[in-house]
């Protein structure tokens, strides 16, 4: 009867035994029964304390508009002062639908807070020669501040001599290695931080969470989130440890986090089991998942699942509506701290 209160919701759940689901709960508890056997009041006991709890949802859509309004605020207190309008140059190979709708809401994003938005379209087949140029151009010209290439870039370019490129003055992606060098380094600070990363930390400083001191747990390596994520975790006063694709014990290192941020592109892999009661979730993930009551054919779920985390955790980010929204806020915010350290606008 247990199982069937606790395992109610989709795919994320898998069928379970009374005895071991009442283990699982003890464990999760950090209780160790003595004995597997246990009275039906005390299952239902169990199962009711598990369903009670339930996790404070973190609105990344909320605290974006919110960091959009403040935006827009400084964008038009600086071109009141100085006449200067914040520019943000996007660069964008190919005809992929996902990157043109991303850049399509970058463009609007930054129509929405009054930064000026340019863009260049550029085919498939350019030549990496032809991209360096772009960069160059917006490098030389004082009206943009911030400069972003669309990845992925079609396979016959060298990604990283492209990003390289792009002057580290005006790197609001924050993937320049000079920008994650002085990220990585105690005294040091770069010009920009990565987006995603960036708000990722952000909203856990709009919730209150409070990082000095606790364990953190980041699920995935990358470049681009997992590695600049746990940096910031450190930087924070976390003591952090890295999950990734070799990691042999991956369920047993997050359970101990008082943190989770997940990125690592697998939908649901992080289980109810894999966390620590009160646990905060920040999930980068955005995967589709096939869902035959979607007019898409497909619905979007984290790399966590949802339903299990929101019944043992603290809080945890939607998918969608949690980290997205953020990701495009910071881009904003770089944007602007790169005209306000130009024109040395406090």
């Known amino acids: 009867m247990a ?7 989709s795919h994320c759940y898998s069928s379970s035994s009374t005895s071991s689901f009442v283990f699982r709960i003890h464990r999760q508890l950090g209780v160790t029964p ?14 009711a304390m ?13 605290v974006a508009k919110q960091i959009r309004d403040e935006i827009t605020a400084e964008v038009s207190r600086m071109r009141e002062a100085t006449g200067v309008i914040p520019g943000l ?12 709708t991303y850049v399509r809401n970058k463009k609007k994003a930054c129509e929405s807070v009054g930064i000026n938005s340019l863009e260049a379209n550029l ?6 020669e032809e991209v360096l140029n772009y960069i160059s151009g917006y490098n030389d010209d004082p009206s943009v501040h911030g400069i972003l290439v669309q990845l992925p870039l079609p396979s016959h370019m060298n990604e990283q001599s492209i990003l390289n490129a792009v002057r580290i003055e005006k790197d609001v ?23 995603t990363p960036k708000g990722c930390i952000e909203l856990l400083h709009r919730y209150n969470v409070s990082v000095k001191g606790k364990r953190a747990v980041v699920i995935g390596r990358s470049n681009i ?3 600049p994520a746990a940096l910031l975790l450190q930087r924070e006063d976390a003591t952090v440890s890295i999950v990734h694709s070799r990691t042999s014990n991956p369920e047993e290192i997050t ?10 592109g697998k939908p649901n892999m992080v289980r109810g089991s894999w966390i620590k009661p009160g646990a905060v979730i920040i999930d980068v993930g955005i995967n589709p998942v096939e869902d035959p009551n979607s007019s898409r054919g497909y619905k979007l779920v984290g790399d966590v699942c949802y339903e299990e985390a929101i019944k043992v955790a603290s809080a945890v980010t939607p998918v969608p509506g949690g980290v997205g929204p953020m990701t495009i806020a910071m881009l904003l915010q770089n944007t602007l701290i790169s005209a306000k350290r130009v024109h040395n606008f406090e």
Do not use: W
């Open 225 to 227: 989130v997992g590695m």
């Open 3 to 9: 199982s069937s209160l606790f395992f109610t919701h």
């Open 89 to 100: 140059a996007v660069i964008l190979v190919g005809d992929r639908k996902d990157s043109a």
């Open 34 to 47: 003595t004995s597997l056997r246990f009275s039906s009041s005390y299952v239902a006991s169990v199962a």
């Open 50 to 62: 598990a369903m009670d709890s339930s996790a404070k949802v973190i609105d990344g859509k909320a």
């Open 123 to 128: 085919p498939e087949d350019s030549t990496e």
């Open 173 to 195: 992606d924050g993937f320049h290695p000079l920008n994650i060098g002085r990220l990585a380094m105690r005294g040091r600070d770069p010009l920009f931080v990565p987006c």
């Open 255 to 264: 359970r101990q986090a008082d943190i989770i941020i997940s990125a690592v």
